[in-house]
């Protein structure tokens, strides 16, 4: 495991987990605001993308 | 615009169910066959029928030829639809289907031959990990390129899981499968002790998360709505649900390991992240739950949504229990007991089973344009199902329980009450024949699935190439100024990828590299030596044998563990352990601390028949092991893999290597001489006497100052 001994040279490399941890901090609170203010429209849409009525000119089951 | 007109490729779909219900047969059986040794140990017939062998065998077949071929089934399926295109290429397609069935048959024809890596859910040896890998990106390549030609602008949620699961297992089973070959069928994890533990169970933990979870989540996601024809209940709570689940699943890891040798801060960061779990987890649950709302008179009637709802149901309990488990307390007590055996099968019988089970039964008739043979069959098995995991799992919580409460007993004395180990497992005897039972009556219904199935195949045709008809993507990328970057990215699968590998790697990377560098976090012990080359032969056979499964090398500190077994384990001990073999469950005692504790004639009368030794005994007899010769052609090239791996043996040590085999198996033999066993110092006993008697020796020459765990 050479590449150890390159990490371990690094001065204040302890404080990359705390950096990290803040970073996906506020990722998930402008995610989250995201979700609860994001467009109705666009929701609704994204929702039915599953159900798609051009999506088959299969009609067995419809 | 101009409408293209393509079709949907049902027939790679039709060759995966096939699979998956092929293979399920096969792993549930091993299953079944396991769960009766426990019962009646002579069922274990032959070395290549051995528990220690078959069980890698059922847990690899359930998890990655039983779910596998399932995931690729509902993937196969719904992504075609929800990318409005046929898979991106039929041969790459046929290279995933029979590239992966021809790795499950050669995990079939190597793990009963005891060809395995020694760690838990990736014993496969490397040669098998190569094929693995490259199936592997061929599923992606295919994947991808079916994204990338889509017609529908957007990416519905369930393709973000099938992509995170993609890039999760190929980073995990990439980090964990770094091995030196020695041979074509043997090769050496180049992690060694905690820090092998710690990759094993960052990857064990992970492929629970992203290959039995985020698969099936983005499964759920399609095939729920699809089946009580409805839209998801919120899209909004999915995208929370997806970024918090992979965010946090990554670094739950370490609670595989707490009150072990793995240092503490990892310990604690594992059960913080193991506790926020549960809050995508039932995010999740809730849904596809409330998707069912006010359709459950459809619930009712409808067998496919049964078995839906059963599934997302287990996946919560079984996603309640994980953190619980995590916590330390609650962990003392069910770590290596059956507790854990329990809570992976809500999982695998509840979660992944039923949710199979409702694919099946609602895509088969689609594809062969008929309807389901017979609801009636369909009922029973959902009934047997049920009643197979209810009778399977609650006698192994009664057992976890009881065993746990039978090994801390202390008489008022300060006496351990229970102190034979054995006593704690012939008590479960009445819970295991339940289990076993409850095990039967699962594999019933799905022979019952069977059997549906291929009746509702005869009475359709399969509609292998379906027609469908969609407008291409205009080159109006559909984004406006001030556009909100989330839909920006739902429309871009590769960014989407990488974003989530960032998010993966980085949790990943905050738990391994700390361990990795930092010298502080395994401290050295100057008695423990390398291993000589008979004890280092005698622990492949110990590998071989998968005498982990029911055997732990780990002894927790705590006060009923060390009165049991003696001083606790350090980490420092395991720093020549390549692969570890701390293992995860006690069905029989653990043999951290066994070195020395019988002459050598116990163990090889043990050996020959347990119950002769330890009457009552459930482990298997390996009397194969003392006629079987010792293969000391492999010594020397061993001894040169564990010095390139870091193992200090002196230089030129792997030319007199097997002149000291010889010497230490000489003394064995003479020992065994002295209680009247006659043997030959070239059999495969005498190497595994060598290394049980080795265990934990090491310590005990160093006392009194032993360094402890930080």
């Known amino acids: 495991m050479k590449f150890i001994n390159y990490l371990e040279s690094i001065s204040g490399i302890e404080i990359y987990p705390m950096i990290s941890l803040s970073v996906f901090f506020v990722f998930f609170l402008v995610l989250t605001i995201w979700a609860l203010t994001a467009n109705k429209e666009h929701i609704t849409e994204m929702k039915n993308i599953p159900f798609e009525k051009s999506n088959s000119t299969d009609s067995f089951f419809i | 615009m101009q409408v293209e007109k393509f ?24 299953g079944l066959l396991i769960a009766l040794q426990l019962i009646y140990p002579q069922l274990n017939l032959i070395p290549q029928t051995t528990f220690g062998r078959l069980r890698p065998l059922h847990t690899n077949a359930v998890i990655f030829a039983f779910v596998g071929n399932a995931i690729f089934m509902g993937v196969y399926y719904s992504l075609q639809r929800l990318c409005k295109a046929r898979m991106f290429n039929d041969t790459l397609s046929k ?38 890998a490259v199936i592997w990106l061929v599923f992606g390549w295919n994947m991808f390129g079916t994204i990338i030609k889509r017609r529908e602008r957007h990416l519905y949620v369930g393709i973000w899981f099938y992509i995170a699961t993609f890039i999760t297992v190929t980073l995990l089973h990439v980090v964990n499968s770094v091995e030196l070959p020695v041979s074509l069928f043997k090769s050496y994890s180049v992690y060694a002790g905690v ?115 059963v599934a997302i149901t287990a996946y919560g309990m079984a996603t309640f229990e994980g953190p619980m488990l995590s916590l330390k307390k609650v962990n003392a007590i069910a770590h290596y007991t059956d507790w854990i055996v329990a809570h992976v099968h809500i999982g695998a019988l509840g979660w992944n089973g039923f949710l199979t089970f409702g694919i099946l039964y609602w895509l088969i008739p689609r594809i062969y344009r008929t309807e389901l043979y017979s609801k009636r069959l369909a009922n ?44 704690t497992v012939t008590q479960l005897m009445p819970m295991y024949a339940m289990r076993a039972l409850g095990g039967t009556m699962y594999l019933l219904g799905f022979v019952i699935m069977a059997y549906n199935i291929v009746k509702t195949v005869k009475a359709g045709s399969l509609l292998e190439n379906e027609a469908a008809e969609a407008a291409p993507l205009s080159n109006d990328e559909g984004g406006h100024a001030g556009e909100h970057w989330h839909r920006w990215i739902e429309r871009r699968p590769v960014q989407l990828m990488l974003l989530s590998l960032v998010v993966v790697i980085i949790g990943g990377a905050i738990e391994m590299i700390p361990t990795f560098m930092i010298k502080s976090n395994i401290p050295t012990i100057a008695s423990v030596k390398p291993y000589t080359p008979l004890e280092l032969q005698g622990r492949d056979i110990y590998i071989r044998e998968g005498c982990y499964t029911c055997h732990s090398q780990m002894v927790r500190p705590l006060r009923f563990e060390t009165a049991r077994y003696g001083e606790y384990s350090k980490a420092g001990e395991f720093i020549y352990d390549h692969p570890f073999q701390w293992g995860s469950k006690r069905t029989g005692p653990d043999l ?70 010889i010497k230490q198996a000489d003394e064995i033999t003479a020992s065994l001489k002295k209680d009247g066993i006659e043997t030959l110092n070239d059999r495969e006993i005498v190497a595994l006497i060598a290394y049980l008697q080795r265990l934990g020796r090491d310590i005990k020459a160093s006392h009194p100052t032993v360094t402890v765990n930080k």
């Open chain 2, 7 to 30: 079709s949907y490729d049902n027939k790679i779909v039709k060759q995966f169910a096939f699979a998956t219900i092929l293979w399920g047969l096969v792993g549930m059986l091993v």
């Open chain 2, 592 to 661: 951290a601390r066994v070195g020395g504790k019988y002459p050598d004639s116990w163990h090889y009368n043990h050996m020959m028949d347990p119950t002769s030794m330890s009457p009552g005994s459930i482990m298997p007899q390996y009397s194969f092991l003392l006629d079987a010769e010792l293969d000391t052609t492999s010594t020397s090239g061993k001894i040169r893999a564990m010095q390139t791996l870091g193992v200090p043996y002196p230089v030129g040590f792997d030319k007199i290597a097997n002149k000291e085999l």
């Open chain 2, 380 to 423: 029973t098995h959902f009934w047997l199902g049920s009643l197979g995991i209810l009778f399977y799992a609650i006698p192994l919580y009664w057992a976890g329980f009881t065993q746990y409460l039978m090994w801390q007993e202390f008489t008022p004395e300060g006496f351990l009450k229970y102190p034979n180990f054995l006593e």
């Open chain 2, 195 to 309: 820090q092998d533990a710690l990759v094993q169970w960052w990857y064990g933990h992970n492929a629970v998360a992203f290959f039995l979870t985020t698969s099936y989540l983005g499964l759920m996601y399609y095939f729920i709505p699809k089946a009580s024809n409805r839209p998801i209940y919120s899209y909004r709570l999915s995208i929370i649900h997806f970024w918090a689940l992979i965010f946090l699943y990554i670094w739950a890891g370490p609670h595989h390991l707490l009150y072990t040798a793995l240092p503490d801060w990892a310990q604690s960061l594992g059960v913080v992240f193991s506790f926020m779990l549960i809050a995508p987890s039932w995010g999740g649950m809730i849904n596809g739950l409330l998707t069912l709302r006010g359709a459950w008179d459809k619930v009712r009637e409808d067998v496919v949504l049964k078995f839906m709802v």
């Open chain 2, 95 to 132: 290279i995933h289907f029979w590239g992966w069935q021809l790795i499950i048959v050669s995990a079939a024809l190597t793990l009963p031959f005891g060809i395995t890596s020694g760690k838990e859910y990736a014993e496969l040896e490397w040669p098998i990990d190569l094929a693995i």
